[in-house]
């Protein structure tokens, strides 16, 4: 069983930083992909970022491209998510993910088997 908690969300103005974490236990936690997805209210989850198990390869989806880095640290079983020039567009629950072992497409749901509880962002006009 893997668990994953995710941090660093709250209320910050448009234009704003904010830096998530995800701490995962569980599992060898370098041996996959993780990824971050976001829902907002009335709306599917969708995919954020993702990125490979030694953080040599990273995807973002188009609206979030130059302004979110995705990263992750082994030695402390931890991805990141850093965002900054926020915009109100981004308010939802964020969510990490752990990928199935050979996953390929990321920004599927279907590839992770293993979600945290999520966390709030909100970014306020």
């Known amino acids: 069983q893997v668990q994953l908690v995710e941090s660093g969300g709250g209320l910050v103005q448009a234009g704003g930083s904010l830096r998530l974490s995800c701490a995962a236990s569980g599992r060898t936690f370098s041996s996959n992909a993780m990824g971050w997805f976001r829902q907002a209210p009335g709306k599917e989850r969708i995919f954020v970022a993702a990125?490979?198990?030694?953080?040599?390869?990273?995807y973002y989806t188009d609206s979030v491209k130059g302004r979110f880095t995705i990263s992750r640290d082994n030695t402390k079983n931890t991805v990141y998510l850093q965002m900054n020039s926020l915009k109100p567009e981004d308010t939802a629950i964020y969510y990490c993910?752990?990928?199935?072992?050979?996953?390929?497409?990321?920004?599927?749901?279907?590839?992770?088997?293993?979600w945290g509880q999520g966390t709030q962002v909100t970014v306020s006009s």
């Open positions: 993910a752990s990928a199935k072992s050979g996953a390929t497409w990321f920004a599927m749901t279907y590839e992770y088997d293993y």
């Open positions: 990125i490979n198990w030694n953080g040599g390869d990273t």
